[in-house]
């Protein structure tokens, strides 16, 4: 390639010209869906319906770092490198795209079925925290494990689930359709029983929900059940202000 060749890259658009009418909110709908959002699932309904996770980045995850070895491998400046990380921005831009497209069809399909719609306040930035390091007190300098590797797993999948993006779009489309979403606090919603309001304790493995009062379902449509049912009473709370 001559050297006063310059590489560029080109992204072809198709832009329409229309006239756009206010969004007309839809009919009044008493349906309610409380959603549990997790990593297993990507979400779970009160209803008992479980939503597959995608996984995208995780899918496209060897590709990515194949294209990043090539990347590194390629020689600062050159034209070559500079192909490869375009190739290497293409990959990454085809796993954003497919996750708001998951996210844009999914709270649409919530938003049309739903008069409310509940989920729990997440704060995300806190659950992807990196654990502090533990001094170890018997060797000077050294650390006790505290089991950064497991959690930076979990953080890579929480962070491909997406959830704030996800949450946000069906709040946006919720008001301008003239529905409702409801963020409840996340505090004991998966150790709440859902049928006698008994707390029985789990760890983060047990995926089945079982209790004395006779309750047996799956952990997360409990969950999604609790949920339902704070956002419901948060939603009646609003409408007596």
Same mark, same amino acid.
């Given at each position: ?17 229309c ?36 996984r ?12 990043s ?7 600062k ?6 192909r ?25 399909? &919530?938003? $049309? =079925?739903?008069?409310?719609? *509940?989920?729990?306040?997440? !704060?995300i /930035?806190?659950m ?8 170890d ?6 650390? &006790?494990? $505290? =089991?950064?590797?497991?959690? *930076?797993?979990?953080?890579? !999948?929480? /962070? ?8 946000q ?24 029983c ?48």
């Open positions: 390639m001559p050297k006063n060749k310059t590489f560029k890259y080109r992204l072809w658009y198709v832009t329409f010209s006239v756009v009418s206010e969004d007309a909110p839809l009919p009044p709908s008493k349906a309610a869906v409380g959603l549990d959002l997790g990593v297993l699932y990507f979400a779970t309904l009160s209803t008992g319906e479980h939503i597959e996770n995608p995208h980045y995780r899918k496209g995850l060897k590709h990515i770092q194949a294209l070895q090539i990347k590194d491998r390629r020689k400046g050159s034209h070559r490198r500079k490869a990380a375009i190739a290497l921005a293409r990959a990454h831009r085809k796993v954003r795209n497919q996750r708001v497209n998951h996210h844009h069809q999914l709270s649409r399909r &919530l938003v $049309n =079925g739903y008069g409310l719609i *509940a989920m729990e306040d997440l !704060s /930035l806190n992807t925290a990196t654990p502090e390091p533990k001094p007190p018997e060797h000077e300098g050294q650390y &006790l494990p $505290n =089991g950064a590797v497991a959690k *930076a797993g979990l953080n890579q !999948s929480i /962070l491909d689930a997406g959830w704030g993006q996800f949450q779009m069906c709040i946006v489309k919720a008001e301008r359709a003239g529905r409702r979403v409801v963020l409840v606090d996340p505090r004991m919603t998966s150790q709440l859902s049928q006698c309001g008994a707390v029985v304790h789990k760890t983060l493995d047990p995926r089945w929900h079982s209790c004395e009062c006779g309750a047996e379902l799956d952990r997360d449509h409990n969950s999604a059940i609790t949920i339902l049912s704070r956002g419901q009473e948060v939603a009646h709370k609003g409408t007596l202000l």
